[in-house]
């Protein structure tokens, strides 16, 4: 069965610091990717997803995640966070074919002052 | 347009009673998820319903659980007989249908479950 790891509970940056948020999963049938955000008292949104094509996925508010099959990751980056970026981030996966979503526990993004 | 209406917003039962949390999905939307969110555990899946064809119920963690969805919309989850390990926030969540799980997920705010 397909399973999501995000090795980071919580990770604290500083503002205009970069960050990366791993995720790692375990099937190596074909698959999509998805990162959701969960800003403070909202419900979850998605970020960004890879379902084709480029390896390097972009989200409109900066953040981007790259596909490595070999390495069965989608980590998501961003060059320089803001205080806006303050949320929990999960990282989900299907199989192809398949409609059952799985996901990862989650991180905690801080961005510190 | 109207997303994902989930009721009530916040719920606390006395340990032994029986709890109905609803989901209204947006309208459209053919494929209907539950999953658990508990404190440092993530998203846990429950249940999906997908049109007419049977329900996934591989993430029932008992029988004390049950889902159910009348006329391919509105969904009701059902916990008999809660436990203080029952307390959580309850997600729900729809989507198009695409028959290949590329479509994303709209989550409605969450049930918010408290059981003393």
């Known amino acids: 069965a397909q399973s999501v790891t995000q090795l980071d509970s919580q990770v604290p940056v500083f503002e205009e610091a970069p960050v990366e948020l791993r995720c790692n999963y375990s099937?190596?049938?074909?698959?999509?990717l998805f990162w959701y955000v969960q800003y403070p008292n909202q419900g979850l949104q998605l970020l960004l997803k890879?379902?084709?094509?480029?390896?390097l996925v972009e989200s409109i508010n900066g953040f981007e995640a790259e596909f490595n099959k070999s390495q069965t990751s989608f980590h998501l980056r961003k060059p320089s966070v803001h205080i806006s970026d303050t949320a929990e981030y999960f990282c989900a996966v299907s199989d192809k074919g398949a409609q059952k979503l799985v996901f990862g526990q989650g991180t905690r993004l801080t961005i510190n002052p | 347009g109207a997303g994902v209406s989930q009721s009530p917003s916040n719920k606390v039962t006395e340990k032994g009673k029986d709890v109905e949390l609803r989901c209204d999905p947006i309208s459209g939307h053919t494929a209907l998820y539950w999953y658990r969110q508990s404190l440092g555990q993530g998203l846990e899946f429950l249940i999906y319903f997908q049109g007419n064809s049977a329900p996934d119920k591989s993430g029932l963690p008992s029988d004390r659980f049950s889902a159910e969805r009348t006329g391919g919309s509105v969904s009701t989850l059902t916990i008999q007989r809660t436990q203080q390990e029952d307390s959580a926030v309850y997600l729900c969540a729809s989507s198009s249908w695409t028959g290949t799980g590329n479509s994303p997920l709209h989550f409605g705010n969450g049930t918010r479950l408290t059981v003393t």
């Open positions: 890879y379902l084709s094509g480029s390896t």
């Open positions: 099937s190596s049938v074909s698959v999509y």
